[in-house]
């Protein structure tokens, strides 16, 4: 195996947005507001930066095709511009594309930005669209919380979990996560719930009711990495490193081969196994100070404990429902919101978590700052249960 | 030739689960139509939003062929007075489902009520032919709101296998009468039916025309009247049937049940349907007229073999009958057939077309469900993909066609989603994992609420996947439904 990037790359800067309904905004406004952000924090001049990327997943909504619209946005003078795609885990891979650059010495600086205008097609949820040409013809026709309601009947059915407790855990999960971002200035839904709220609310994808799913907002985060070399000339200190940057994408075995039984994520299994070798984690629940992952919805993060070994399999919803997760557990979980309340504009998903990992690991997460954070993993989905894409990032203290 | 060996070999049928009732309609419609009061009694299958001629055809077809080789079929008949497509053979369509195979006539005939009973007729004419037909007749009947149409009609589809063989009932013989009485009409422009009086069509149609009909049939049988043990005569018109059979001089035990009062009249299907009924209580030497009116009437006389008694297992008329769901929702049956501009919500808006290139290219995976099978390391696989999906194999264009439309399976996991578009909300979907190898993730139909769970055995069927109002194009695909 290479020997991966662990502390090859660090956060010069890093911006986001206010997350939410944004009437009053363009896609473009906000990148602006993002980027903005992360070059103060950075403390360089847009020239500086030597190579891009962006991340945007439903572009036909808001900026079209190619990279054309981040180099015109931010005024980038004539450096190479990619733009990437890979279902909600975009913003991830955007993030990957500027590490990667850095990483190999292509480049000193590197940007990444994600950004999604969702609110713009008049109702809620996700826009429907076509799915490919013969996809089209044989997919079921489902919505993104039909698509992950699967993984609660198959762990149901696997694990023997009753259909309430099960039913409950989620609502816990939700419950926690509103409560996080109350403390979170730039989250969407910063309301509280109750548990009977999640339980009493609108089915959508049985067993997924209003509150398991997580907002449809307009956002966008950025990021503006760089050498460890290049951070410390310009001054910086106490250096937050990406210590690892891994996907893993579906091969189509989970859709077509009779082995995976439905209940888990195949992907994130693999992604975290390499994600922690390349960071040189070995015992995720004790070591992993926090967690942001890919809470589309209620269901996805619970067993997403499981995926990333935060949980032993079988016991994500006695964790749950024992607060193992929340804000004061042992290894808390959307401590920002998460996409549930946070927000999910898909192409800044990714670059969110990451962002607020950054915030976290450098002690600038305000009245929501955990104690002395050394390990942030943040993961970030992509897709369907039976066929996606999970990308995992390890965040923590250069040199650690 | 003899044709001691040609026949009937096989029959199938199917109707539509639902079973609107006919006391939902006169409820709804009272205030218009009180007369309507008087035809309430009784249900009438209805298609669910995904069925058409096509999809009902291609059950009764799977009905009537369970048992038999589908390669064996040289011509394939599809009657019906509903056909979904005026340029596009319909038949075809039933066909690629059936996966015939391209050396095949096909036949798509319509124009009349007769068009089944027709087309049977003819297809028995044909004992010199080498191959089977298989001739099916299906109607999914339009009918505005409030109108007696809709109280008398139904959905179904019947088929019928004719070829050498060890039939089970041979045609002693056949005679049509054409005659342009029009006791309804329907243009290709019109979305329903017309019709002229109902006492009118008794007294001058009914009872002129098919008793004419089935004198010249028995003279030309030289079969007493009084050896006819079956009387099949579609018609809801009142006590019709016996009227009819006395003025034939058939005994009236011999009129069997029209099946208004549980299923409607199907339309072209429904002397197939009738004839099929008869078959399921048929015995040995029974004698089966059929008689179909629809400007002039078809008859045709059968004699019943001794291979009734070991004719094979199928859903039947029986089966088709037991296998319902009470409807009692008159809006959505509005619903489904266009008369109600309902608000659909935006998330309805999205274009769907069909790229023609790419649905043949892939036809017999959409419409055949054709995956693969593995010839390296044996496994069964959905779509079928140049590498096989096995981690441990990955070889490439190793795998041979593998069907999967008459394959069991069990649900491995399922959703009720209430978010995504259809027809008629929620949407069922969920992985389908199959007995015997592959799985799919798919949708479902026909899911009764609560009646739904991991492990639910499940079978496949064909049915409409999406519409494209734009264009006005169908496509068609297999889903899951509760075994």
């Not at chain 1, 609110?119 to 993104?144: C, E, H, I, V």
Request: glycine content about 10%; some cysteine; overall charge negative.
């Amino acid at each position: 195996m290479a020997s991966g990037i662990k502390d090859k790359v660090v956060i010069l800067g890093m911006g986001c947005s206010k997350f939410g309904e944004r009437w009053d905004c363009n896609a473009q406004d906000l990148m602006v507001e993002a980027f903005e952000e992360a070059l103060a924090d950075a403390g360089i001049e847009r020239k500086q930066i030597e190579a891009a990327w962006l991340g945007t997943a439903i572009e036909e909504q808001h900026l079209g095709k190619s990279a054309v619209p981040l180099a015109m946005t931010l005024r980038l003078p004539y450096i190479p511009v990619t733009r990437v795609e890979n279902y909600c885990a975009t913003g991830t891979e955007a993030l990957r594309g500027a590490v990667y650059a850095v990483a190999s010495g292509a480049a000193d600086i590197a940007l990444a930005l994600g950004v999604e205008k969702l609110k713009d097609t008049g109702y809620g949820g996700l826009p429907q669209r076509g799915r490919g040409a013969l996809n089209d013809l044989f997919w079921p026709n489902l919505s993104a919380p039909g698509s992950f309601a699967q993984l609660a009947a198959a762990y149901r059915a696997k694990h023997g979990a009753d259909k309430d407790e099960l039913k409950r855990a989620m609502a816990h999960i939700s419950v926690k996560s509103h409560a996080n971002a109350a403390r979170n200035p730039k989250a969407h839904l910063r309301n509280a719930i109750t548990e009977d709220d999640v339980l009493r609310a609108p089915m959508i994808a049985e067993p997924l009711g209003l509150y398991d799913c997580c907002g449809v907002s307009d956002g966008s985060a950025c990021a503006i990495v760089c050498t460890p070399d290049i951070a410390r000339g310009l001054g910086k200190k106490d250096l937050v490193a990406v210590k690892a940057l891994q996907v893993a994408v579906s091969n189509g075995e989970e859709v077509q081969f009779d082995r995976w039984d439905g209940s888990y994520f195949a992907t994130t299994r693999i992604a975290a196994a390499r994600a922690y070798k390349e960071a040189g984690i070995t015992r995720p629940r004790e070591q992993v100070s926090l967690v942001d992952v890919h809470d589309c919805f209620s269901v996805t993060e619970l067993v997403t404990m499981e995926d990333l070994q935060l949980s032993p399999e079988g016991t994500a919803i006695r964790d749950v429902l024992d607060g193992f997760f929340d804000a004061e557990g042992a290894v808390p979980c959307q401590i920002d919101g998460g996409l549930k309340c946070f927000g999910h504009p898909i192409g800044a998903s990714g670059l969110r978590m990451v962002y607020e990992m950054y915030l976290q690991l450098s002690g600038r997460a305000g009245s929501r700052q955990l104690g002395a954070p050394t390990w942030g993993v943040t993961h970030n989905l992509g897709g369907f249960p039976s066929q996606n894409v999970a990308a995992i990032s390890v965040i923590g203290a250069y040199g650690a | 030739m003899s044709t001691a060996d040609f026949g009937i070999l096989s029959f199938g049928a199917y109707l539509p689960r639902a079973r609107l009732q006919r006391k939902a309609i006169a409820a709804a419609n009272a205030w218009f139509a009180p007369g309507l009061r008087g035809l309430a009694k009784g249900e009438r299958s209805i298609c669910n939003w995904d069925e058409d001629s096509i999809t009902l055809a291609v059950e009764a077809a799977r009905d009537c062929l369970a048992g038999f080789d589908r390669q064996a079929l040289t011509q394939l008949v599809l009657a019906s007075s509903t056909l979904p497509f005026d340029d596009r053979q319909n038949a075809g369509v039933v066909a690629n489902a059936l996966q015939l195979k391209s050396a095949l006539r096909a036949i798509d005939q319509s124009g009349s009520q007769r068009a089944g009973s027709t087309a049977l007729a003819a297809a028995l004419d044909g004992y010199g032919a080498p191959g089977q037909t298989l001739v099916v007749a299906a109607d999914a009947r339009k009918s505005k709101a409030g109108s007696t149409q809709e109280m008398h009609y139904g959905d179904g589809a019947a088929a019928v296998l004719v070829g050498h063989g060890e039939p089970l009932a041979r045609l002693i013989a056949s005679h049509s009468e054409t005659v342009d009485f029009v006791h309804q009409y329907r243009m290709h422009d019109r979305a329903h039916d017309y019709a002229w009086e109902e006492r009118w069509v008794r007294d001058e149609g009914y009872m002129k025309i098919v008793p004419r009909a089935v004198a010249a049939l028995l003279a030309k049988s030289g079969v007493d009247a009084a050896a006819i043990t079956h009387f099949c005569m579609p018609g809801t018109l009142s006590r019709i049937g016996v009227a009819v059979a006395k003025r034939c001089g058939l005994g009236e035990g011999t009129v069997r049940d029209n099946l208004a009062a549980v299923c409607g009249d199907t339309g072209v299907a429904h002397p197939l349907l009738m004839l099929a009924a008869a078959l399921e209580d048929a015995k040995a030497g029974d004698r089966i007229l059929l008689a179909a009116f629809g400007e002039g009437c078809d008859a045709l006389l059968f004699e019943v073999t001794p291979a009734i008694a070991q004719a094979g297992e199928r859903r039947g008329v029986r089966g088709a009958l037991a296998a319902r769901r009470e409807d009692g929702n008159y809006m959505r049956y509005l619903s489904f057939n266009n008369l109600v501009d309902l608000e659909r919500g935006m998330r309805a808006e999205p274009d769907k077309p069909t790229q023609m290139t790419v649905l043949y290219r892939n036809r017999d995976m959409i419409q055949g469900l054709i995956g693969g099978k593995c010839r390296v390391c044996g496994t069964v696989q959905y779509p079928r993909q140049r590498y096989c999906v096995n981690p441990e194999c990955n070889a490439l264009d190793s795998q041979d066609d593998y069907a999967f439309s008459e394959r069991s399976g069990t649900l491995m996991s399922y959703t009720a989603d209430s978010l995504t578009y259809s027809p008629d909300p929620p949407t069922y979907f969920g992985m389908v994992q199959f007995d015997g190898g592959g799985r799919m993730l798919m949708d479902f139909s026909e899911v009764e609420p609560g009646k739904i769970d991991v492990g639910l055995p499940v079978r496949m069927v064909f049915r409409i996947k999406d519409a494209d109002p734009m264009r006005g194009f169908v496509r068609y695909f297999w889903k899951a439904t509760p075994a």
